[in-house]
């Protein structure tokens, strides 16, 4: 009945749906006794709060996520009776398991009264149990009892400032990208080998692997202690369920907040009069040389080069959006937050489990950006150098089956185009000649399609060779003594032919 005079004191009506009031009972549970949160510090009784004292006394049922941990000794001395949860540590595969065992078997204890639930530390940091009861929990229906966590004793035995700023990682579930060079990283649940070894891969890539670190042991218990040891080394150490990991910052190493902030310098009151004066379309052609460099660097196989020229591909971007900031259009957050959300949209078969499919991709591409019709998408390749342009446009057709057999059959097209060629060049139509010159280009990179080939990197190569074979030239005319660039067109072809017979 105590259930139901709630429901009406809340304001359902009698013609209430039967959906509404399931709703509201998935929403605000059904009757529960309270559940307090207790925090036993990160040490022995003589951390325990005065609070934290009255509720263990309390004659509540007290359940303890762990037993072990120097604080239990008090309940032990005091003959005050507890449960804990340190079975399904053994019998259950995975913290997830674990954590969702012990939420549900709290919730069960509450349904006939009120129940302490006691955690190492303070409730409110690193306790997902906690986290979990707190989402599902009405205000009403638990109460935290704070606790001094285990962080107060890891920066002390590290004598570390927390007001310097730090960051808190969950070794159990971190990615390289949640580390901060700038600042301190207190990793936590580094229980076991698995962990320390992760964790030597990630830190080696960003800190190097004889950057110092501190590996925390019971911080806070009478066996306290701290190794300060390398990156290199954390594969080799021991690890326990009270084992954290604390990452000194590292300021020689540079993230993205450094170059946002140079940026900003370089468009600011004292910065560089020529970057201050530069706009979007100012900058286009460097996003281009850029990128173009940036490809040349890939192909040369040169990493160190390709660091630098990736670099300033990336500097492009930060450019555009240093103006964009400024005039009040986008910034940084918009443009990572766009394509990482195009990216995962444009992804199903990885971040949905759908099965991958290749027309999948286009619909969702052609759905995304309003494309009602195949000429709708053709349209939208645009903004690259024509060659590329144009095999992109082959691969679309080919995708609907408008494309010859073989790579013979494309070449019988090329002949074709060029017979048509000769015919406007003996007309002398220049509006002709241009077009059939167009039609000659196509087909032969829809010969270049066939063959697997990327017309663009084949016209590189030519262009490559070209200037290998004038290069070779010159040095040729310079040992006749000889200067090149006012050499006739017959010497020169003499000397071109003399090359490509060297080449053989």
Not at 28 to 52: C, H, M, N, W
Not at 168 to 193: E, S
Not at 253 to 262: E, H, P, R, Y
Not at 270 to 283: F, K, R, V, Y
């Amino acid at each position: 009945m105590k259930f139901y005079r709630k429901i009406l004191k809340r304001g359902f009506s009698s013609r209430q749906t039967v959906y509404n009031l399931v709703k509201y009972i998935l929403v605000r549970g059904f009757e529960l006794g309270k559940i307090y949160i207790v925090g036993l510090g990160p040490s022995d009784a003589d951390q325990l709060t005065k609070k934290a004292l009255e509720a263990i006394h309390s004659g509540r049922k007290n359940f303890l996520r762990t037993d072990q941990h120097e604080s239990v000794n008090y309940f032990k001395d005091n003959e005050i009776p507890y449960l804990s949860f340190d079975g399904l540590y053994q019998k259950l595969d995975s913290f997830d398991q674990i954590y969702t065992r012990i939420y549900q078997e709290l919730i069960q204890a509450a349904e006939k009264e009120d129940i302490n639930y006691l955690v190492p530390g303070s409730p409110m940091i690193a306790e997902k149990t906690v986290k979990m009861l707190l989402d599902k929990l009405g205000p009403d229906q638990y109460e935290v009892i704070q606790g001094l966590s285990f962080l107060e004793p890891v920066f002390t035995l590290c004598q570390l400032d927390p007001v310097e700023g730090f960051i808190l990682v969950d070794g159990d579930n971190f990615h390289w990208t949640d580390f901060n060079p700038h600042l301190a990283n207190l990793v936590t649940q580094v229980y076991n080998a698995r962990i320390l070894a992760d964790l030597k891969l990630s830190l080696g890539e960003i800190y190097g692997d004889d950057h110092e670190v501190f590996l925390v042991s019971d911080a806070g218990l009478k066996s306290q202690k701290v190794d300060r040891v390398k990156v290199h080394v954390l594969d080799r150490c021991q690890a326990s369920y009270q084992t954290s990991l604390l990452v000194p910052k590292l300021t020689q190493k540079k993230n993205w907040q450094d170059l946002a902030k140079v940026m900003e310098e370089l468009r600011g009151r004292h910065g560089c009069p020529w970057d201050l004066e530069q706009t979007h379309e100012s900058i286009c052609p460097d996003m281009i040389e850029e990128s173009y460099e940036a490809v040349d660097a890939i192909k040369s196989g040169d990493l160190d080069q390709m660091v630098e020229e990736l670099g300033d591909v990336l500097f492009q971007v930060y450019f555009h959006s240093q103006i964009a900031y400024e005039e009040g259009e986008f910034n940084l957050y918009d443009i990572w937050t766009q394509v990482t959300n195009k990216l995962i949209h444009r992804h199903p078969h990885v971040f949905d489990q759908e099965k991958y499919d290749e027309g999948n991709w286009d619909r969702i591409k052609d759905q995304s950006r309003g494309f009602k019709t195949f000429a709708q998408r053709l349209e939208d390749i645009r903004g690259l150098p024509a060659l590329m342009r144009a095999q992109k446009i082959t691969h679309q057709t080919g995708k609907i089956g408008f494309f010859w057999k073989d790579a013979q059959e494309v070449f019988s097209c090329v002949q074709e185009e060029m017979d048509e060629l000769a015919q406007a060049l003996a007309e002398g139509d220049s509006n002709h000649i241009q077009e059939e010159i167009g039609d000659v280009f196509y087909s032969l990179v829809n010969l270049c399609y066939a063959l697997n080939y990327t017309a663009e990197d084949i016209m590189h190569q030519a262009c490559k060779k070209i200037i290998h074979r004038l290069a070779k030239m010159e040095e040729l005319a310079m040992k006749d003594q000889l200067d090149f660039q006012h050499l006739d067109f017959n010497q020169l072809e003499n000397y071109w032919k003399l090359v490509k017979k060297i080449e053989k």
